[in-house]
Nanobody
Framework: QVQLVESGGGLVQAGGSLRLSCAAS????????MGWFRQAPGKEREFVAA????????YYADSVKGRFTISRDNSKNTVSLQMKSLKPEDTAVYYC?????????????????WGQGTQVTVSS
């Protein structure tokens, strides 16, 4: 299995940028599809972005497309989420997740392993 730890959350003004990182354990990291999900208070956890094992294919929620970029560095066992043009509605706890074998890049239930989450707060 893989253990995941997110970092990089914080407070940022609307229109600003923030980069989240997810550090993973294990020597088979490149086999896992990785994703980012977020959950705002009182709301269900929702899909944000995902990336295949090699980093060759990426997937985004419509709400973040063009603003967020997911990437991975398999040599460092890390996945990042670069967020720009942040909006107050982006405020949430952001979670890193992993799955193998691949079932779906979009569905929460397809991901097998989860990090503890990191808080992102965007002020207006």
């Amino acid at each position: 299995q893989v253990q995941l730890v997110e970092s990089g959350g914080g407070l940022v003004q609307a229109g600003g940028s923030l980069r989240l990182s997810c550090a993973a354990s294990g020597r088979t990291f490149s086999m896992y599809a990785m994703g980012w999900f977020r959950q705002a208070p009182g709301k269900e956890r929702e899909f944000v972005a995902a990336i295949d094992g090699s980093g060759g294919s990426t997937y985004y929620a419509d709400s973040v497309k063009g603003r967020f970029t997911i990437s991975r560095d398999n040599s460092k066992n890390t996945v990042s989420l670069q967020m720009k043009s942040l909006k107050p509605e982006d405020t949430a706890v952001y979670y890193c997740a992993a799955q193998y074998p691949v079932r779906s890049y979009y569905r929460e239930r397809a991901f097998d392993y989860w990090g503890q989450g990191t808080q992102v707060t965007v002020s207006s």
